[in-house]
């Protein structure tokens, strides 16, 4: 079973389209994030979510906008998409409640945007 | 969070033993080290973590320095999937994992 799952795993879309992409954990976990993974391979934080709520934000265009319909699921959606855009996004969730510091994230396999 | 310092890259020839060695002189005293690899495409994966005792589980050891200002993973017996971008990473409770550059890992054959 999978852990924690991305969809899709590719796209590719031109600039100025507005795309979404999902993320669902069966973990339990009450936390998820985002992060985006640039072409020289840094894996840096965009959002933290936790219980539906948002508790981070890092200096994310507003272009892009994440929605928590329920804690096992946080879905990123992004607007006007633009050449800078083009990474790969990483969904992660965790265990905050119980976090002494010593709960790991767990991540999905990526999504892959290109924009042409 | 602590900063933590690795080597670009290392060779490891398969069967044996991959020790990756990482500072983080600055960690402080609640922080945990953590070690997460992303084998090519794939999203970053847990391998193990600790606070000041040495750990071990089915996928590797994590020895910590006496002083906590450096740590060792190893893989007792790399094989070429272990090809993959190693990272160390100090966090305490209610801080993000930051990752860096990593350790790029090549199992030789």
């Known amino acids: 079973d999978t852990a924690v799952s991305q969809t899709p795993k590719y796209l590719v879309t031109q600039m100025g389209n507005d795309k979404s992409i999902k993320c669902e954990q069966n973990l339990g976990h009450d936390t998820m994030y985002w992060y985006k993974q640039d072409s020289k391979k840094f894996l840096k934080i965009m959002f933290s979510y936790n219980n539906k709520e948002l508790i981070i934000n890092e200096t994310v265009p507003n272009r892009f906008s994440p929605k928590s319909p329920d804690k096992a699921h946080l879905n990123l959606h992004i607007n006007s998409l633009e050449l800078g855009d083009s990474a790969v996004y990483f969904c992660a969730s965790s265990h905050t409640l119980l976090d002494k510091g010593n709960q790991p994230q767990h991540f999905g396999d990526g999504t892959r945007l290109s924009i042409l | 969070d602590a900063k933590t310092t690795q080597p670009t890259s290392m060779d490891c020839a398969e069967g044996r033993a991959a020790n990756l060695p990482c500072n983080h002189s600055?960690?402080?005293?609640?922080?945990?080290v953590y070690w997460y690899r992303q084998i090519h495409s794939q999203g970053p994966q847990y391998i193990i973590h600790g606070l000041k005792n040495n750990e071990t589980n089915e996928m590797a050891s994590l020895i910590i320095t006496e002083d906590r200002k450096s740590s060792t993973l190893i893989l007792p017996h790399a094989t070429l999937r272990d090809t993959a971008v190693y990272y160390c990473i100090v966090r305490s409770t209610g801080n993000q994992f930051y990752f860096g550059t990593g350790t790029s890992l090549t199992v030789i054959p």
């Open positions: 600055t960690i402080s005293g609640n922080e945990y």
